[in-house]
């Protein structure tokens, strides 16, 4: 087997997700793993420090597109429509991987380790749009509220994601738990 | 020394507390928290799991506080309203310990895998108001949102309680953020 491997980093997130649906996060192993995706452990070990950064893996990426989207709203956007701008962004890239992402979300929602990594990501996107606001001009306490704003309706749109029959699109969830959120703190 | 000691916990608590701001909490070691509470290594063990677990100790004593409160509300108030009741109750409390709470945030801040564990305190905060809500007959995602808005108020005006120099009372500080939260929603 080669030093190079094309695309190794994508077959085993492929291969780790597949096999953490079947037989859980605990149950399986990075040998299984790599074996499931054709390389080696060393492979695996030269992308992800364990099995769980596999799961995380897109966490700088999500990020880099949630800010970049931020920064792209129209300068006289309100915090929380450019906050809303991101989000919008970050659902269609979910779109696009719609399987991959209710399956890794289900994974998650199994495991209490790794439902507080996934807290830590959530709140470390936060920070980073409250920062990209702050970059904006926008004084604080309203940065690190619309962003947590921003981080409630993600994880909470996901969820219903996730848990429904019906499989509307993430971003109408957004759109829908965003407004109920506006709904909520206007005391309705 | 002997079996019983009066107010152990609490004992063992504002020693450690003191030991976390002075030298830091990884250079802290249970044999040193227990000598300054003046009690044995046995005792602490009796009434905590390890060192991080002292400032984590009264999370069940503040979720049954909030939800207690919660419940009291009013049953005509809005959930956003009755999230507020709970905090105000919440406030009461912390400010009857200002310099405990502000030196335990202050040790929390400074340390990675403490910030991690309060996220999961948070976020379990956040599901007890939401069942809480649920439990008064609102609907979801309307509860798990004016939680998730009420723990967001919570956690950014404990972080301005910590860093302000005029120190204003920490219920101030809530209802002055759950304000700022309902104006960036309501997109100003």
Redesign the interface.
């Known amino acids: 087997m080669g030093r190079w491997e094309p695309n190794a980093r994508g077959r085993l997130e492929r291969a780790a997700l597949e096999l953490y649906s079947e037989h859980g996060f605990e149950q399986t192993t990075v040998t299984e793993i790599a074996k499931r995706a054709g390389l080696t452990e060393r492979t695996f070990f030269r992308h992800y420090a364990d099995k769980r950064e596999v799961l995380f893996g897109n966490a700088t990426s999500l990020e880099e597109l949630l800010v970049g989207a931020l920064n792209g709203a129209p300068e006289s956007a309100?915090?929380?429509?450019a906050v809303a701008v991101a989000l919008d962004a970050a659902a269609a890239v979910f779109e696009d991987r719609r399987e991959h992402s209710q399956k890794r979300q289900k994974v998650i929602v199994a495991n209490a380790e790794l439902r507080?990594r996934e807290?830590?990501k959530l709140?470390s996107l936060s920070a980073a749009l409250a920062d990209a606001l702050r970059g904006r001009g926008v004084a604080d306490?309203?940065a690190?509220?619309?962003a947590?704003?921003g981080i409630?309706?993600f994880?909470?749109a996901f969820?219903?994601w996730g848990g429904e029959t019906n499989q509307r699109p993430i971003a109408q969830l957004m759109r829908?738990?965003l407004d109920?959120?506006?709904?909520?703190?206007?005391?309705?």
Chains 1, 2 share one sequence.
């Open positions: 309100a915090p929380i429509d507080e807290l830590i709140a306490p309203a690190s509220l619309a947590e704003a409630a309706v994880k909470i969820e219903r829908e738990s109920e959120l506006k709904a909520v703190t206007a005391g309705k």
